[in-house]
C-alpha cells in the first residue's frame, strides 16, 4: 500500500515545531491511542475494500484514494510499527515504513477533507471494523502535529480563547435579548439556578438564532426551570472534530460543570450531530467518572414531551422525508425518535432510499463543512443525497442537525434547487398548539 | 531422512509449534493492550454487551440488504472459498486419517465427488479473487504484501494437493506405504507454510473477526444502535 496520494498540493501546518517534533508529537498520540479495541480493528482488516462502497466520497467520485481503510494507512504504519504484538520483528526487519513529514502532511486530504467520521463504512465492514472511530483517533496525531487544515485551526484557537467558535461568553446575553426581541418569546441567561441547562450549536448563535427561540418557546410551554449560560453555552465541541482532546475536555467541562454548578439535573444539547457525540458519548471520560447530569439531544427531547402530552402539535399533513444525521442516528442511536416527531406532526414519512443506521452522510461531517478545500466533494456528495431526496418525491425536508442543514443549504445553493430544508425542532415550535 | 519423513517429523512440529505460539501470542498481544472503559450511561433498555457482541458476530455474517448489491460478488466468492476450503480439509478422507494420527479424532469422511467440486470452487474463487485484487483499482490501492503472500500459501496446499490425487480416497487409504512420497510431501509442506504464516498475516482473521466485530457490536448495543 502506498502513502496516501494527493491532487492537492498545499497542506496547512500551525506551530513552530520541527518536522522531527511533528512526526514523534504524532507518533507518541497514535500509540497512546491504541487499546484493545482500536488494536482488534487494525489486526483485523483482510483489505476486501467494501468500505468504498459504503463512503459517499468513493461513490461519489469513484476515485479509490477515498476508500476508508486507506484513509488509516498512516495509523496502521503507526500500529504495526510500535504497537503490534510483533512490532519489535517488524522494526528490526524495516516490515513497515515509519511516517515521514511528507506521509503526515499529505494525508490531511484523506483524513480531514474526504471523511466526515459517519462510520456508514463501519457497517459495511465484515470484521465490524469501526473507522470512523479510528479516523478520529488518527486527529489526535495530527493535532498534536500541527496539522490540520488551516480554517479548523482557526476555529480551534477561537474556541480555546472563546470557549465557542461563534461569540465569547461575555455576548451571549445580549445575543439570547436580541433573538428574545426579534422573535418575541423569553430565552433565559444566566440564572443562578435551574433544572435544565441549555445549550447552543455555534451557527445558532449567528445566523440561526430562530433556533434559540424555538427551543425556548417549547421549554417556556412546559413550565420548565432552564437557562443558558455563559459559563458553558456552545455544545458543538470543535474540539471532538479537529482532533484536539485538551479544548474536547476543556469544552465538556463547562457544559458539566455549569450545570452542576445551577444544580442542573440535565444538559440539553441542541440540533447537532457532533455534540451529541461529544457529549452523551464521551463526556464521562473527559470528566473521569459517571456525570452527575443527564446529556440529552434535543430530538429526544421533543420526543418526550410530546409522548408525555406535556406539549401537543398541529398536524401539517403532507409529506416529508428525513435526513438522518449520522452522529445522532448511525453513531448515536437516535433512530426511531425522529421518526416519532414526524408521525406527531402528521408528516407521511417517506424514506429516502438510505436512510436510517444506513442513511449517507450530509457530507459536511467532521469538520468537513468548515474545510473549504473540500467545497468541490461536498458537492459531489450533495448530488446524491439531492438524487434520493427528488426520488422519493416527499413535499418537504427535514433534519435535526443544524450543520447538516447547513450543509444541505450549501449544495442546494451550489445546485439551483430551491427546496427548503427544515428544522425538525423548527417544525415543532411553529405548530405548537395551544 | 527422506522428504516425506521430514514433512511429516520436524517440519510439522515446527509449524505446528509456531502456529499455536504465534497465536496465541498475538491473539494475547492484542487483548492486553489498555482498556479504556464507556463511563457514559448505556441507551436505556439496551441488553447486555455480550449480548450486543454475539449479535453482532451473527449480523456480520451477511450484509445489510443497503449493501448486499454492492457487495454480492465479494461476499459470495468469500462464502464459497470458506465453506469449500472447510469441506476439502475436514471432510475428505486422507486428511481426517492425518487428523486422526495426530491427534485421535476422526470423523465421517464426505464422498470423493463432493471434494472434487468443493476443491475445484475453491481454486476457482481463489484465482477471482486475485484477479480482483491485481485489477481493481480499490484493491491495487489497499493491498500489502500480506495480501499476495497470504494468496500464495493458500494455494498452494489446494494445487499441490490437486496434484496428489490420482485415484479414489479409499485406495490411497487401503494401502499400507504412499506410492507418491515426493508430492505427498511437497502438499505436507506448503501446508505447514500456510501454518507458519497463520500468526503473521492476515489469515488470523479467523480468529480476529469474532472480537473485532464483538468489539464494535457492544459500542453499537451501548449506544442503542441496531445494526
Known amino acids: ?434 | 531422512m527422506d522428504l516425506l519423513s521430514f514433512a511429516r517429523g520436524p517440519a510439522l512440529t515446527v509449524a505446528l509449534v509456531v502456529f499455536v505460539l504465534g497465536t496465541l501470542w498475538r491473539l494475547a498481544g492484542v487483548m492486553r493492550r489498555p482498556r479504556m472503559p464507556d463511563l457514559s450511561p448505556a441507551r436505556e433498555g439496551a441488553p447486555a454487551n455480550l449480548v450486543g457482541a454475539l449479535r453482532a458476530v451473527v449480523h456480520g455474517m451477511w450484509p445489510r440488504k443497503e449493501f448486499v448489491q454492492a457487495s454480492l460478488v465479494t461476499t459470495v466468492n468469500g462464502y464459497v472459498f470458506h465453506i469449500g476450503l472447510a469441506l476439502v480439509f475436514f471432510g475428505y478422507a486422507p486428511h481426517i486419517a492425518f487428523i486422526r494420527r495426530l491427534t485421535g479424532l476422526s470423523w465421517p469422511a464426505l464422498p470423493d465427488m463432493v471434494m472434487y467440486l468443493a476443491a475445484g470452487a475453491t481454486i476457482i474463487t481463489l484465482l477471482a479473487a486475485l484477479v480482483s485484487r491485481l485489477t481493481n483499482p480499490v484493491l491495487r490501492t489497499i493491498s500489502t504484501a500480506d495480501d499476495l503472500i497470504t494468496w500464495t500459501l493458500t494455494f498452494l496446499p489446494m494445487i499441490t494437493g490437486m496434484a496428489v490425487v490420482f485415484e479414489p480416497s479409499a485406495t490411497i487409504l487401503a494401502r499400507d506405504q504412499v506410492i507418491y512420497p515426493v508430492p505427498l510431501a511437497v502438499h505436507l509442506l506448503t501446508l505447514e507454510l500456510l501454518l507458519i504464516w497463520f500468526p503473521f498475516g492476515k489469515l488470523m482473521h479467523a480468529f480476529l473477526f469474532a472480537f473485532s466485530r464483538g468489539a464494535t457490536g457492544m459500542r453499537f448495543n451501548h449506544r442503542g444502535i441496531r445494526l
Open chain 1, 1 to 434: 500500500m502506498s502513502a496516501p496520494d494527493s491532487a492537492t498540493p498545499v497542506f496547512d501546518k500551525q506551530g513552530e515545531q520541527s518536522d522531527e517534533a511533528r512526526v514523534d508529537a504524532a507518533m507518541r498520540s497514535f500509540v497512546s491511542e491504541f487499546g484493545v479495541t482500536t488494536a482488534l480493528h487494525m489486526e483485523s482488516c483482510v483489505r476486501c475494500g467494501l468500505c468504498a462502497q459504503a463512503c459517499h466520497f468513493y461513490v461519489s467520485t469513484g476515485d479509490a484514494k477515498y476508500t476508508p481503510i486507506h484513509k488509516l494507512e498512516l495509523l496502521r504504519r503507526a500500529y504495526f510499527r510500535e504497537a503490534s504484538p510483533f512490532a519489535p520483528l517488524v522494526r528490526a526487519l524495516g516490515l513497515v515504513k515509519k511516517p515521514s513529514i511528507v506521509d503526515l502532511e499529505r494525508w490531511q486530504e484523506l483524513i480531514y477533507d474526504s471523511c466526515t467520521m459517519c462510520g456508514r463504512c463501519t457497517l459495511i465492514c465484515p470484521m465490524g471494523i469501526d473507522i470512523a472511530e479510528l479516523v478520529k483517533e488518527a486527529r489526535h496525531g495530527m493535532f498534536k502535529a500541527g496539522l490540520l487544515p488551516e480554517r479548523l485551526a482557526l476555529m480551534d484557537r477561537t474556541a480555546r480563547q472563546w470557549g465557542s467558535t461563534a461569540t465569547p461568553g461575555e455576548d451571549l446575553p445580549d445575543i439570547l435579548a436580541e433573538a428574545a426581541s426579534k422573535y418575541g418569546v423569553e430565552i433565559h441567561c444566566d440564572l443562578a439556578a435551574a433544572d435544565i441547562l441549555v445549550t447552543a450549536a455555534a451557527a445558532e448563535l449567528g445566523e440561526h438564532t430562530k433556533a434559540l427561540a424555538d427551543a425556548a418557546k417549547i421549554l417556556n410551554r412546559i413550565g420548565a426551570k432552564w437557562t443558558m449560560h455563559q459559563g458553558g453555552f456552545d455544545a458543538s465541541n470543535v474540539g471532538f472534530n479537529n482532533g484536539d482532546m485538551e479544548l474536547q475536555e476543556r469544552l465538556t467541562r463547562a457544559l458539566v460543570d455549569t450545570a452542576v454548578k445551577i444544580g442542573a439535573k440535565t444538559v440539553l444539547l441542541p440540533e447537532c450531530g457532533h455534540a451529541y457525540g461529544a457529549a452523551r458519548w464521551e463526556a464521562a471520560k473527559w470528566y473521569g467518572q459517571a456525570l452527575p447530569v443527564r446529556i440529552i439531544h434535543m430530538t429526544e427531547f421533543l420526543d418526550e414531551v410530546i409522548a408525555t402530552k406535556q406539549i401537543s402539535v398541529r398536524k401539517i399533513g403532507e409529506t416529508a422525508t428525513f435526513h438522518d444525521p449520522c452522529q445522532m442516528v448511525r453513531r448515536g442511536g437516535l433512530e426511531a425518535a425522529a421518526r416519532r416527531v414526524l408521525a406527531a406532526l402528521g408528516l407521511r414519512l417517506i424514506e429516502l432510499k438510505d436512510h436510517g443506521v444506513a442513511g449517507y452522510c450530509c457530507g459536511g461531517g467532521g469538520g468537513v463543512v468548515s474545510n473549504q478545500r473540500a467545497v468541490p466533494l461536498r458537492h459531489k456528495v450533495f448530488e446524491m443525497k439531492q438524487q434520493q431526496v427528488e426520488a422519493t418525491g416527499a413535499k418537504r425536508l427535514v433534519t435535526s442537525c443544524g450543520q447538516c442543514r447547513i450543509t444541505l443549504e450549501m449544495g442546494a445553493k451550489h445546485a439551483h434547487w430551491d427546496k427548503p430544508i427544515e428544522s425538525l425542532l423548527g417544525l415543532v415550535a411553529d405548530n405548537l398548539t395551544v
